[in-house]
């Protein structure tokens, strides 16, 4: 006796939530079943096997048919086949969305392309992430930026419409969408302590308070002239002598690190080396303080003066696009600086 | 021209792209009705175009007006070559052609295509300006309602309930073989499913006709049936209920009507003082002397003889047996005059209601049921089915002698059906015999308060339990007890039924779904040599079933089923049945004595022990099943009753001609005889089996219950969380030596997996009760069986019943010791309830969470409404505050995603089996919904396979359904189900195709927490009629 046709269809359409976590992540129907039965499910319910195996095969089932309107959330919102309760709906949409930290770390800054997808294979073994679930996450990604790509106005905002996503996760989706349109370098292995949560912290400062094509080259007379160079570093070491446990440190590695910073701006004009923002920065700052042993708050202290200072620059008349500029900067320094 | 159809197609959204090129479609749309089509304007490269079409106006007859379906298609526009459709729908617009239903039709309809399933949506409006017209020979019978409900809709009131209608329609069938064919299978599904839809339509006509003749205005209890006897053709038939209903003007009006469990008007036959206001013409005492016989198992005696013989291959032209109706004499009870001067005049005194207006139904008799077996041949003039008619009034004549010979005039709950397999087709009807009350039945009845205050002072409850036949007479024997609860009348050990358990009777403990399965292997034959192979085994099914129903009756320890439905399917090489009732501990009847087993060869030793074995586990799950449904009968004293057995009634008749159909009767005796405790001799192997299937049935896990009657017996504390659903399970048997044993054994765990299944899907509505749980068998192969289960989940509070029960306890503390031993009950239950432990834990982060999800989709709207508002004041907001680690907000989450258009938002549509909606009251019917739809694919691996395919269709069914109740203005449909559900697949070829017909009645319902201001009048009502009854009583 074999069943050759096995189905439950709710009026309300029922959603069953770990079900839905293993489809999301991946799992095949029977190991579906396998890790149900291991969760003791058997036990909790006095259900039999085959109970559980048909249940899944329907919830599966379900969740099949609810990918097409997955792809395009509104639609879920108003299509009339499945009648699902608008909580139901925001979760389902939510978690289908969501990603996994070791996943978004791989695939960050890098251009989500066919080629990509062909890697998802080595990104699966590499994660233990089933290659299922790379693709679902991998597509998300891809078609979130898709649609995004050429609108206008707030990207948050731009998602949230098109996807109904939560704020937290519209703005984890604009990191990504920022990252993979400026294909910021992340993979790289001196970049692998960094969090994509930090990366998400920089992308946010950068979307809200950068605009592309600003005249980021006038900053770098800050380190091309020496006098305006000297007189920084005088400022910024009147200024912090004695409030700095690092000051000799400081004071000797001030030019180098003033140089990292201008040169980062003047970077960014050119679309190419954006690409080598993080890695700069980590490079050119975080690195050689992290090796002479700087607190974060003497980081803080040093920032502060040293993007203050430049108001005393009387030869420097770029003082609002510094602020701008040195602003966002800061902020992402302080985030980048952890061990 | 008595009528102008309008319609306006608006928009269309989430349309399929049609153009590769453009990725977009270039869409118009034809609407057609009758003969004339409109067409809308090309809307170009859209998938959501919005036409905004000016009203096409349609001016018919109201004839048509009844018949057709409105026939909208959806088409993509292409220059050089054929437009493509894109898809279809249909609307029926009979519910808005009489004035208190729907006056509008409006909203946004799945486009449907038989091929591809749902293919976006479109918005239409549709009116109907009526013109009053008073042609004497008018064909049209608008204005009549219809409802699918199986009691008297719950905002009206029954003035007079006329009877029985039916009505069938035959045609070819356009194109029943749908594998092999000329025309594309789209075109044949849609002319099939559009002469389905227009025989309908007549059919619904021709009954209102019906309606009209009798001076009704309403069909209640509406069963409309497909029979698809392929190369013979199509039938359409229907049968019903004319009534004659006043609607209730303010829903305070109804309130106590519907939900107070009827104390009013109790059988006035049976009131000592001669009440002027019963029709009655004679001296008013007679029924003391009526005394009749019984046995439940009367209704299974071979009723289906007389027709199961003759194949109808000799048509028979004297309408069958009855000739017990003419008998006379002194016999007649005054009632019997009446209510039969009443009926008499009516053909077929039946109805298909289920649940009844209180004091309609007096006696009880049983369970009647004719089937028979008949050879399709091909309908050579549609125009007169007379055949197919024929057919069904032999059935139904043979029915009516039946219910004469359990010495009643009436049958209820009565329905009809047939199984077709090849030219075989079985037709079969049951119902149960009834007494009836006939103040209902006859013009002029509306009476006053006067009466009703009369009647109240009758205290019996048990009424429909007691015998409506002689004793001395009965058509074979049973046992007879005075009833448990007045000690006055006679009444059975056992009482099966096809109703609802009356809202006003007594029972103990909760009740239960019992089932009886069973499968008969036949051989293949041929056309006379098959029927006959049937007609052979029908008998033997009918006997098992039954025995399996008493079995499992008494192995639960109770003593009634109601809501009995037996279903024999036949198939190319075996025959199934499958009974479904719902069981009870009535309070009237005596408690069943247990089953004892009886070994025949008493001699050898451990055979013995092991029947004593069987025994012990058999009086296992009897004390164990008595607990678990709460079977605690009081111990009744006579001191207690205080009513002392009356003296030998004086019998004023003992000689009574016998009916043709009590002399089968007597032929095949299903009584197993009278004895307390139920024999079940093992004399071989066979009955060892069946000894051990009893024993195998599982009860439901703890937490839930089933039954498939409207309303569990012994929960009343529904709370508002509704689940319907249809789950649909086929089974491949290995066809290696298929025994008649193997056969049942897969049956019977298919049904119970089926169950099984149901129960964990579930498992989050715990506390609840699986409703009007509705079982359907085909045998769509040689070796597949199919189950199709629709049903609804309905949580219950199980710690509110103190509140609600409280409250009548403390007002009838001065009632009848009778009374007051029902209400005892609830305190009872509430401490053997609060025990169990709960088997799954509670609220689990993981489970899934429905519960108050009805309150938040209301809440969600609300906001939704507000933030509308908000909006159009100018105030926008763009919120940004969501919790980050929760899911999206509703409210939040709903702003956002503003669609192009503003308010389509999806409305809930609750979709139940039951005529009502707990925790709410309906407030207004919009009409019937009767849809048949086809669904076909020739890409059946791509969609999924066989379940794929089957659930996404089922769930386009329902989608379509709620739109239309959407779009009528309703909330949800009640009454619902699902008829047929047709399924047939070839895997070699990649294509399957189904079937799929429903319906249900359009509603409105409104929370009661929204009404609060007629709740609280409601408590006044309840307490004033219990104040005087309490007057009366003592």
């Not at chain 2, 046992?479 to 056992?494: A, S």
């Not at chain 2, 409104?1006 to 009404?1011: A, C, I, K, M, T």
Request: net charge negative; hydrophobic share 35%.
């Amino acid at each position: 006796m074999t069943s050759e046709l096995d189905i439950f269809v709710g009026n309300t359409t029922l959603i069953d939530e770990d079900v839905y976590r293993l489809w999301l992540d991946g799992y095949s129907v029977t190991d579906a079943v396998a890790l149900r039965v291991r969760s003791g499910i058997l036990e909790q319910t006095g259900a039999t096997a085959a109970v559980l195996q048909s249940d899944t095969m329907d919830h599966y089932r379900t969740f099949h048919m609810l990918e097409r309107l997955l792809h395009a959330p509104p639609k879920l919102l108003h299509q009339l086949i499945f009648q699902i309760p608008p909580s139901r709906q925001a979760l389902l949409i939510e978690r289908y969305y969501a990603f996994d930290e070791a996943f978004v770390r791989e695939v960050l800054g890098k251009k989500l392309s066919k080629g990509t997808k062909k890697d998802l294979d080595d990104i699966s073994t590499k994660t233990g992430i089933t290659l299922k679930s790379c693709r679902r996450q991998f597509d998300n990604f891809k078609r979130v930026f898709k649609v995004v790509e050429e609108m206008r106005g707030s990207l948050v905002d731009n998602i949230q419409q098109h996807f109904l996503l939560s704020d937290r996760l519209a703005r984890d989706y604009a990191a990504i969408v920022f990252f993979a349109n400026n294909r910021f370098e992340t993979g790289k292995k001196k970049l692998q302590y960094l969090s994509f949560g930090d990366f998400a912290f920089c992308a946010e400062l950068m979307i809200q308070n950068w605009t592309l094509g600003a005249d980021l080259k006038e900053l770098k007379v800050l380190v091309a002239d020496k006098d305006l160079l000297d007189l920084h570093k005088s400022l910024v070491c009147t200024a912090l002598r004695g409030k700095l446990g690092v000051f000799s440190e400081m004071e000797a590695n001030f030019k180098n690190l003033s140089r990292g910073l201008v040169n980062v701006a003047a970077k960014l004009t050119h679309n190419k080396d954006v690409r080598d923002l993080f890695v700069d920065l980590v490079e050119k700052f975080v690195e050689p303080c992290r090796s002479d042993h700087w607190p974060l708050s003497d980081v803080r202290f040093f920032l502060n003066q040293y993007s203050a200072s430049v108001h005393s620059l009387d030869g420097f008349r770029h003082q609002a696009l510094w602020d701008r500029y040195m602003g966002t900067l800061r902020g992402c320094l302080l985030r980048l600086y952890h061990d | 021209m008595p009528g102008k159809l309008k319609v306006k197609i608006v928009a269309g959204r989430h349309l399929p792209v049609m153009d590769r090129a453009s990725d977009l479609t270039d869409a118009f749309v034809e609407v057609k009705f009758g003969n004339t089509t409109f067409k809308t304007d090309v809307y170009l490269k859209s998938l959501n175009p919005q036409w905004n079409s000016e009203w096409f106006k349609f001016e018919v007859d109201d004839e048509d007006l009844q018949d057709e379906p409105l026939q909208i298609t959806v088409l993509d526009h292409d220059t050089y070559s054929a437009n493509d459709a894109i898809g279809k729908v249909y609307i029926d617009i009979d519910p808005l052609l009489y004035s208190e239903a729907a006056t509008v039709i409006s909203g946004w309809f799945p486009i449907y295509d038989t091929i591809h399933g749902i293919r976006g949506e479109i918005n239409v409006v549709v009116k109907v300006d009526l013109f009053n017209d008073l042609n004497r020979f008018r064909q049209s019978s608008c204005g009549v309602k219809f409802f699918c409900t199986t009691s008297i809709p719950k905002c009206y009131r029954a003035v007079i309930i006329h009877g029985f209608v039916e009505e069938l329609v035959v045609n070819e069938d356009p194109e029943y073989q749908w594998i092999d064919r000329i025309r594309t299978p789209r075109a044949s599904n849609e002319a099939r499913q559009r002469l389905i839809s227009l025989m309908s339509g007549e059919l619904q006509r021709k009954i209102g006709l019906k309606v009209l003749e009798m001076r009704g205005n309403a069909v209640v209890g509406y069963l409309q049936c497909f029979d698809l006897e392929g190369e013979s053709g199509l039938v359409v038939r229907a049968i019903g209920t004319a009534c004659t209903l006043d609607k209730l003007s303010s829903p305070a009006a109804f309130l106590p009507a519907c939900n107070s469990p009827s104390k009013e008007m109790k059988e006035i036959p049976f009131n000592e003082d001669p009440n002027p206001n019963t029709h009655s013409s004679g001296p008013s005492t007679p029924l003391k002397n009526q005394t009749y016989s019984f046995s439940p198992s009367k209704s299974y005696s071979r009723q289906s003889s007389s027709s199961d013989t003759d194949l109808s291959l000799t048509p028979k032209t004297g309408m069958g047996s009855g000739s017990a109706g003419k008998e006379g004499g002194p016999f007649k009870a005054l009632l019997r005059q009446q209510t039969q001067s009443a009926l008499e005049q009516r053909e077929f005194p039946f109805f298909t209601l289920t649940a009844f207006p209180p004091g309609f139904l007096v006696h009880v008799g049983g369970v009647v049921s004719a089937r028979s077996v008949k050879l399709l041949d091909r309908i050579h003039n549609p125009d007169e089915p007379e055949t197919r008619d024929a057919w069904w009034a032999e059935i139904r004549q043979e029915i009516k002698s039946h219910a004469k010979a359990l010495g009643c005039h009436a049958v209820v709950g009565y329905s009809e059906s047939t199984s077709i397999c090849e030219e075989v087709c079985i037709l079969s009807a049951s119902g149960t015999a009834a007494v009836l009350n006939p103040r209902f039945l006859q013009d002029g009845t509306v009476e006053g308060c006067l009466e009703q205050r009369l009647e109240e002072n009758l205290p019996t409850r048990c009424g429909f339990c007691h015998i409506p036949y002689d004793e001395l007479n009965m058509p074979f024997p049973a046992h007879l007890t005075y009833c448990y609860n007045c000690r006055k009348q006679k009444v059975p050990d056992v009482l099966f039924t096809t109703i609802d358990l009356p809202t006003d009777a007594t029972v103990i403990g909760k009740g239960c779904l019992i089932q009886a399965r069973l499968c008969r292997l036949k051989k293949k034959a041929q056309a006379e040599a098959n029927a006959t192979a049937i007609s052979n085994l029908l008998p033997f099914m009918e006997y098992e079933v039954h025995t399996q129903l008493m079995n499992k009756l008494k192995l639960k320890g109770m003593n009634a089923l109601f809501g009995l439905r037996i279903q024999i399917t036949v198939g190319e090489n075996m025959l199934m049945g499958l009974a479904s009732a719902t069981g009870v501990y009535l309070a009237a009847l005596p408690t069943p004595g247990g089953i004892q087993i009886a070994g025949k060869t008493p001699n050898d030793g451990s055979y013995e022990q092991h029947i004593s074995h069987m025994q012990k586990k058999i009086n296992d799950t009897i004390a164990k099943n008595k607990e678990l449904y709460e079977i605690n009968p009081p111990e009744i004293s006579e001191e207690i009753i205080g009513s002392p057995i009356p003296e030998p009634r004086q019998r004023s008749r003992l000689l009574r001609s016998q009916s043709e159909s009590s002399d089968e009767v007597t032929e095949l005796d299903l009584s197993h005889g009278k004895k307390d405790a139920f024999v079940l001799e093992i004399d071989d192997t066979d009955a060892m089996e069946d000894v051990h299937s009893l024993l195998t049935d599982v009860p439901p896990p703890s937490g839930f219950y089933s039954c498939n009657t409207e309303i569990m017996p012994g929960i009343n504390n529904w709370t508002s969380e509704i689940q319907m659903f249809t789950s649909v399970r086929v089974i491949r048997l290995s066809s290696l030596n298929l025994t008649n044993q193997a056969l049942n054994k897969n049956f019977n765990d298919l049904c119970e997996n089926l169950l099984k299944s149901l129960y964990f899907k579930l498992r989050s509505m715990i506390p609840c009760c699986l409703c009007h749980v509705n079982f359907t068998v085909s045998l769509p192969e040689d070796e597949l069986i199919q189950v199709t289960v629709t049903a609804v989940a309905i949580t219950f509070d199980k710690n509110q019943a103190l509140q609600t029960t409280k409250t009548p306890v403390e007002k009838s503390l001065q009632r009848a010791s009778t009374d007051n031993e029902e209400l005892l009950q609830f305190p009872l239950e509430l401490c053997s309830d609060s025990l169990p432990s709960h088997p799954f834990p509670p609220a689990k982060a993981t489970s899934v969470d429905y519960s108050s999800f009805a309150d938040r989709c209301s809440s969600w709207i609300e906001l939704i409404k507000l933030k509308a508002q908000t909006i159009r004041r100018g105030s926008i907001k763009t919120t940004m505050t969501v919790e980050k680690a929760s899911p999206v907000g509703d409210g939040n989450f709903r702003n956002r995603s503003a669609p192009p258009c503003a308010n389509s938002t999806v409305g809930v549509v609750k979709m139940t089996p039951l005529s009502f909606i707990p925790g709410a009251k309906i407030t207004k019917y919009l009409g019937i919904i009767n849809m048949f739809f086809i669904r076909e694919t020739t890409s059946l691996r791509e969609e999924g396979g066989v379940s794929g395919f089957l659930h996404a269709f089922i769930a386009e069914v329902f989608a379509m359904v709620r739109a239309h109740v959407a779009a009528l203005g309703g909330n949800a449909v009640v009454s619902y189900i699902m008829k047929q559900c047709v399924f047939m697949e070839n895997p070699n070829k990649n294509q399957a195709q189904c079937l799929i017909n429903v319906s249900g009645d359009a509603v409105v319902f409104v929370r009661e927490s929204d009404l609060e201001v007629v709740s609280s009048q409601q408590p006044t009502t309840n307490c004033q009629s219990s104040c005087t009854e309490g007057e009366v009583t003592t």
